[in-house]
């Protein structure tokens, strides 16, 4: 449909071409696929009702842009943001008393591409792989809310600044004055939109695979040379998080011993990440469900593992079945 005015559609599915560009837009503003699907049918069912007051003076997918970013902006006031475990405080020592549930933290949660890229051009791919890692969805958290929309939709969507005043019905001032303040504000996060996103070669495929038998096997020689020695782990909705590979070992071969056995399958990547679902031994048979395991990589080995514990809705999400047999 391109360009055309919404009066020529003549039912909801004609706006459908549109759902993965808003889903990776407000997953960047919410900061969860559930919410960002929510949204985004909520966007798309006001558009269909409001289909006659389009007049076509702008482009469909500006104005679809304004009606979805008024419903984040609305879903937004009315609920925390996301976080990771990091948000909350230093790192803490690998025992089990640091293993806590905060009932007032809203996690930050993971995304399959396909849901934001589900016709992979190379480019396009790589562009979304850059702007959902996890440790940047995380920190435009910390963003106003129309201070995260005119980043996203500046230097994300690459939106002129002008059109962006339109979308938020204010001005192009106002615009720049917001994307200079949410720059400054990642930038003291360590985190920049323009962090290109780590591509896969073959020797980090063969290290993965060799990370996932290490797990399995549970081999706490071949872990350790795996992965790297600043590295860090967090477990939400646990708000313990772990720094230095030493602490990681201490804690998997200690207080969570209870790995031991697991079995590890691949699964779609999460914001672009290597991502593998874990399954503990169930006492009834076969394997449950424990968590989605999301990998940062660099230089060759892991920096980064956050397990997921939400399996219940991750898992599916994800491609990986609820209970493994034996």
């Known amino acids: 449909m391109g360009e055309a005015a919404v009066s020529t559609a003549t039912d909801l599915g004609e706006l459908e071409q549109y759902r993965s560009q808003l889903t990776s837009y407000c997953y960047r503003m919410l900061g969860s696929p559930f919410d960002a699907e929510d949204a985004v049918q909520d966007a798309l069912v006001r558009a269909w009702r409001s289909r006659d007051r389009f007049e076509g003076r702008s482009a469909l997918r500006s104005w679809l842009y304004r009606i979805a970013t008024n419903v984040c ?34 996690w930050l949660e993971p995304i399959p591409i396909q849901l934001v890229a589900p016709d992979p051009d190379p480019a396009d791919v790589a562009i979304e792989k850059e702007s959902i890692r996890l440790a940047l969805v995380a920190a435009m958290q910390h963003l106003p809310a129309k201070q995260r929309a005119v980043l996203i939709l500046r230097e994300v969507l690459r939106l002129e600044a002008s059109e962006v005043a339109q979308l938020l019905d204010t001005t192009v001032q106002s615009v720049n ?22 591509r896969l070669n073959d020797s980090d495929r063969v290290m993965l695979e060799r990370y996932v038998s290490a797990f399995e096997r549970y081999d706490l020689s071949a872990l350790t040379a795996l992965i790297r020695e600043d ?17 990681i070992m201490t804690w998997w071969f200690g207080p969570g011993i209870g790995c031991k056995g697991s079995r590890v399958l691949a699964a779609i990547s999460a914001n672009g990440m290597p991502t593998f679902g874990q399954y503990k031994i169930d006492p009834n048979g076969g394997y449950a469900p424990w968590a989605l395991q999301v ?31 034996s």
């Open 73 to 106: 902006l609305d879903m937004i006031k009315s609920r925390q943001r996301r976080i990771r475990p990091m948000a909350l405080g230093p790192a803490q020592e690998p025992i089990e008393k640091n293993l806590n549930v905060r009932p007032e933290a809203t």
């Open 177 to 198: 004055s917001a994307l200079q303040r949410a720059r400054a504000t990642l930038a003291k996060s360590n985190v920049s939109m323009t962090d290109p996103a780590p």
């Open 231 to 247: 590295a860090t782990q967090s477990m939400p909705p646990y708000d313990m998080w772990l720094s230095g590979r030493d602490d």
């Open 295 to 325: 990998l940062d990589l660099k230089d060759g080995k892991i920096a980064d593992i956050t397990f997921f514990l939400g399996t219940e809705r991750l898992f599916p999400l994800f491609g990986l079945p609820l209970h493994l047999d």
